[in-house]
Structures are given as structure tokens and as C-alpha cells.
């Protein structure tokens, strides 16, 4: 999708929901969106990255009970938990919030009573799970029992192992409450219902023209051609905003969770000053805005969040971009099965960029990404260390041994034309919003450095006397340019790694005049400068060897060359 430059650019990642640990499969939606953010910075972009705590529902409930600690407690923990983890990703939002916050709490409010007031709510009393022994009503995760639709085992707001269809309160069958496992009774309770039926044509018109990728429209278009169901948009529980005028119900978690996307912009623009400048974003269509989320939550983003903005009067989404979800060694994640790689053990030992190359690299964005340690130790192997970290390596290590500068010489058009190409696919790939097409491209460049540099055999001609030195200098230059054009291509992905190349390359004093992350895209192309001084470079990656175990082995212990 290519994106008008006149309007800034609003990125959104669905938000975490923190009641546990950062794990990869977290990461397939975060690292991709982060990496669309600092390209469309250097495609000349203005653009905001906005992400927080989804910190309200029932599973932060359940866990702060089980723990003996309060929900506020559980949030804190896990908020700074993924705050700091994302910091050591390199994933830099421009606001990072929660959705507990006083500005998400007020927006939500607003926006449900514009709901109220503009019709598309209503009451409704339902059946509802009670559990005689707690003596309370149990809403979404309190509750299991079978789903009504495929008679597999359920949770309360979802069909979680079976067909996956939402569940509303009451629909499930032969409930049992889920903290004390007692059989629960169905009992009158009054809740409030969002109109969604009434969007059908609505969605029906907006899908078609909804930017992002095409697993995302596909999968919400089914779900309008099938008949649409009103949603139940409260909840029995304390923890949560409170429903408008009703001190008994907090409003469900999908209502207040994507509203904060518009607080978190709230919130960001009032701390630059900009206190009403939130609404160019979210109510006068004065920005492009994209969400970044996994395929399990594409029905909330596609189909329930744009009918409740429509309905409310804000801006709706211009695209969604949804990523393929996540398998450990070929079977399911699942953190009870031990499926599982915790980010922050990953990262104890690996490079945080060796990660989010893996996430990229490995899979098409929106297909299934099998993590093995096996596929993870290939990666590195064959591209970071045997293509990427060979090139910059040896060309620079020669360089620096035999001139100690960016020699003289002109850059061939045969380069030129090779950086030119790689260029529009990189271009394409941020359109497309194909991450691997990104990389493949880039490191489609660095295959083509190494083997001009290989070919032309400059070694050979330091042996030559003055003119043989010059034209060794010359292919060294054109190699050099090489590597530019590769830090430029995959700084996004490979921003630490990519920037102690760049400095190695004497560029922080050279004809950019700025770090890396400033740089935008056109600089490829620009001539790297003779006589700006090199850098003896060190080991970008270690080698990995899998054993058959799964774990990965090294001669050396493996460093995340920490700064």
C-alpha cells in the first residue's frame, strides 16, 4: 500500500496483554511494525508508533488472585516487564501506555456514551454462568465448560480449542467455574449490547477498501457475508472502566483495549504540547493510520473496532496488517505444553538483532513461522555470518590494513545499477508489507559484494606497483559503496549491528553527517566520500552449531555484545 505523503503516518502494534511473560511469538507482531516505522522514516515519512499495556479483563484477575496481589500489582510487573524487553529489542515506540490509565479510562467513557446516545446500544438480560460456591457471576476466562457450536471444550469468551467462534456470556454449556471447579447455575443478570448487526453494509463498503495485507480483509469479509451478531459489551468483574452510569459492570476488554490506540496518541501529543492534537489522528482523517496485529485478533480489529468508531463519529483505520501466527518446532505454541522460547532467556545469549532478523527472514509475513533452533542456526550461519558478516569483514579488514581510508576511485555503474535495483525492492517490500522480500533484497546486495569483490581479485593487485594500487583502491571504494547501500537497507532490521558498520565506514564524519537511524534511503545511491577514515571491524555474529537436542552450541559461548 502506498501511502500519501501529505498526511503523517499513525503505526499502531496490538497491545500485549500482561499477565505473563514476553515470548516469540509476541515478537511476530512488534518487530515487523517497528521495522515498517524506521523505513517509512527514511522513505521521508512523518510517523507515530504507539503502543501500551492491555491491563484489564478477567485472565488479570484470575492471576492476581492466584498469586495473592492485587490486578494494579500483576500490571505493573508486566508492563515494566515488556517495556524493558522491547528496549532491549530495539523496538522504539514514541509512547508506550497502559490501558488503565486515566486519559484511556476518560476516552472510553466518551466514546461509549457517544455509543449510547447515538443508538447503537441497548439492554438486555441474559443467562449468565453463577458460581454458588464463590457466589459471584463468572464472565469470560472464570468460566469453562462446552461450546455450543462444536461441543469442544471452551472458555466463557471464546471456543478457544475448537471452532475459535466468540462466545457471549451465557452461550456456553455445562459450565464450571474455573476457580473452585464447582458446577455453576445460569442466572438472570442485566448487560448492555453493541449493535454490531447494524454495520453489515457499513463493513461491507470499508473492507473493500481497507489497505494492509489480504489474509486480514479476507478473513473479516467472511465473517460480514455470514450474519453479523451484536457483541455483549459488559462484564460482571471490579477490574475494568466502569460501564457509564453502572457502579455493578466494567466494560469489556475489546472495548477499552483498541481505544487505547487513541488515548495512547492523546497522552503522547499532549506531553509535546499538542493537547488537541490527537484529533488530526482519530477525528478529522488527518492521518494514515495502520495497525500491526496477529491473525487471532483480525475479526476485533477488521469487523468490532471500525464499527464502534463509525458509530462513535472518529476516523476509521486505513489498514491492517496482519502477521502469520507462530509454531515451536513444528507444533503448536502453547505455554502449557512447554511450546514455548522466552524472549528474555534468548536474549541472555543471543544478539537482540540476531532475533529480529530470524523474525523476517525466516517467513512471509502474513504465512505460519516454524522457530526451531535448527532453522534459527541456518539463518545465521548461511546469511548473517557467511554472507552479511563475510562481506563487511573482509572488505573492510582490507581496507583498513591496506589504506586505512575510503580509497579514491569512481563507483562503477555496474554498482550503481545493482543498489539502484535493490532499492525499489526494498521500496516494494515496505508497500507490500513483505518483510522477508526486505531482507532478501538486501542481502541479494551483499551476495552481490562479495562475489564483484572475489571476482575482481584486488589483492593481487597491490603487487603492481602505483597504477595496480590505485586500481585495487578503486574496487575496494565500490565494494565499500556496497556495504553503504547495505547498512542503509537494513538498519531497520539490524539497527545495532547496521550502525557499528556505518561507523566503521567512517560515515558519522562522512557525506550523511548523521547517525544511521537519520538516514534516509536516497543516501544509498550518494557516493561514499573518499578519505574518510575506516575502522578495523570485529566479528558481526558467531557461528551456531544445533545439536539434536535443540540447543544450540559454539566453539566460543555465545555474546550479545552487549554496549
Avoid at 476466562?141 to 471464546?158: I, K, N, Q, S
Avoid at 538498519?491 to 545495532?496: C, I, M, Q, T, Y
Amino acid at each position: 500500500m502506498k501511502l500519501p505523503t501529505e498526511k503523517p503516518v499513525l503505526v499502531t502494534s496490538a497491545l500485549p496483554y500482561v499477565n505473563g511473560e514476553c515470548h516469540i511469538g509476541h515478537l511476530r507482531t512488534y518487530v515487523p511494525a517497528d521495522i515498517y516505522v524506521r523505513m517509512l522514516r527514511k522513505m521521508g515519512y512523518e510517523v507515530v508508533f504507539v503502543s501500551g499495556s492491555d491491563t484489564h479483563g478477567t485472565p488479570i484477575v484470575l492471576s492476581a488472585e492466584a498469586q495473592g496481589v492485587t490486578p494494579e500489582e500483576v500490571v505493573e510487573k508486566y508492563h515494566e516487564h515488556f517495556r524493558r524487553t522491547f528496549a532491549e529489542l530495539n523496538v522504539k515506540f514514541d509512547y508506550f501506555g497502559r490501558t488503565d490509565s486515566e486519559t484511556n479510562h476518560k476516552r472510553t467513557a466518551e466514546i461509549v456514551q457517544r455509543l449510547v446516545e447515538n443508538g447503537f446500544v441497548y439492554k438486555k438480560v441474559l443467562k449468565q454462568a453463577f458460581c454458588n460456591t464463590c457466589g459471584r457471576f463468572l464472565p469470560d476466562r472464570y468460566v469453562e465448560g462446552e461450546c455450543p457450536y462444536c461441543g469442544a471444550v471452551a472458555r466463557g469468551d471464546e471456543c478457544d480449542q475448537g471452532c475459535s467462534k466468540h462466545l457471549e456470556p451465557g452461550e456456553i454449556l455445562e459450565p464450571r467455574c474455573k476457580v473452585c471447579g464447582s458446577k455453576a447455575d445460569f442466572k438472570d443478570q442485566e448487560h448492555f449490547f453493541f449493535k454490531l448487526s447494524s454495520f453489515a453494509d457499513f463493513l461491507a463498503s470499508y473492507l473493500e477498501g481497507l489497505g494492509g495485507t489480504l489474509n486480514a480483509r479476507n478473513y473479516a469479509r467472511e465473517w460480514v457475508r455470514k450474519e453479523l451478531r451484536d457483541w455483549c459489551v459488559t462484564r460482571s468483574l471490579e477490574w475494568g472502566v466502569k460501564f457509564p452510569g453502572r457502579e455493578d459492570l466494567v466494560v469489556y476488554v475489546w472495548v477499552d483495549a483498541p481505544i487505547g490506540y487513541i488515548s495512547f496518541t492523546e497522552e503522547l501529543l499532549k506531553n509535546r504540547g499538542k493537547e488537541e492534537g490527537w484529533q488530526r489522528f482519530w477525528k478529522e482523517d488527518g492521518a494514515t493510520v495502520v495497525h500491526f496485529i496477529g491473525t487471532d485478533i483480525i475479526y476485533h480489529h477488521c469487523i468490532f473496532w471500525p464499527a464502534m468508531l463509525k458509530g462513535a463519529g472518529y476516523s476509521l483505520p486505513n489498514a491492517v496488517v496482519a502477521s502469520g501466527m507462530v509454531k515451536i518446532d513444528g507444533k503448536t505454541f502453547s505455554k502449557t505444553r512447554g511450546n514455548v522460547v522466552w524472549v528474555s532467556e534468548f536474549l541472555e545469549r543471543f544478539h537482540p538483532d540476531a532475533l529480529r532478523y530470524f523474525l523476517v527472514a525466516h517467513s512471509s509475513h502474513t504465512k505460519e513461522l516454524d522457530f526451531s533452533w535448527g532453522a534459527f542456526a541456518t539463518r545465521l550461519n548461511n546469511e548473517l555470518v557467511g554472507i552479511l558478516g563475510n562481506l563487511v569483514h573482509r572488505v573492510l579488514s582490507f581496507g583498513y590494513k591496506n589504506f586505512g581510508v575510503v580509497p579514491e576511485g569512481v563507483v562503477k555503474e555496474e554498482v550503481l545499477v545493482e543498489i539502484e535495483k535493490a532499492k525499489a525492492e526494498v521500496v516494494r517490500a515496505v508497500e507490500e508489507y513483505e518483510f522477508k522480500k526486505l531482507v532478501d533484497a538486501a542481502m541479494g546486495l551483499a551476495n552481490f559484494g562479495n562475489s564483484f569483490f572475489q571476482r575482481e581479485e584486488p589483492w593481487h593487485l597491490l603487487k603492481q606497483g602505483e597504477a595496480g594500487r590505485e586500481r585495487c583502491g578503486e574496487i575496494v571504494k565500490n565494494v565499500l559503496q556496497i556495504i553503504k547501500a547495505v547498512c542503509v537497507f537494513l538498519d531497520a532490521v539490524l539497527p545495532e549491528k547496521m550502525a557499528e558498520v556505518w561507523e566503521g565506514l567512517g560515515m558519522k564524519t562522512g557525506s550523511a553527517g548523521s547517525d544511521l537511524r537519520s538516514v534516509r534511503l536516497e543516501e544509498a545511491v550518494a557516493e561514499i566520500k573518499s578519505g574518510q577514515r575506516l575502522k578495523k571491524p570485529k566479528k558481526m555474529f558467531e557461528r551456531f552449531l544445533a545439536t539434536a537436542e535443540g540447543d544450540l552450541k559454539s566453539p566460543q559461548p555465545p555474546s550479545r555484545n552487549k554496549k
